[in-house]
């Protein structure tokens, strides 16, 4: 399980990030589509890190919403 941050962007595309994997950033024309890439993005990452004998980062963020 991994947290995953999605916004809008300027141009209507929704963007994708993982904070505790940085490289995980993408983005898609709607939510679904997005979540598919983000998905995708981080499935591909971990394989990358496990066959290079890397360590895989904990998802160890927080979120927490401010009144402003």
Request: net charge negative.
């Amino acid at each position: 399980m991994r947290q995953v941050i999605i916004y809008p962007d300027e141009d209507g595309y929704w963007v994708a990030q993982c904070p505790s994997l940085p490289p995980c950033i993408s983005q898609g024309e709607t939510k679904e589509v997005e979540i598919a890439n983000i998905q995708e993005a981080i499935e591909l990452y971990i394989k990358v890190l496990k066959e290079e004998g890397r360590i895989i980062p904990e998802d160890r963020v927080e979120t927490v919403m401010l009144a402003v």
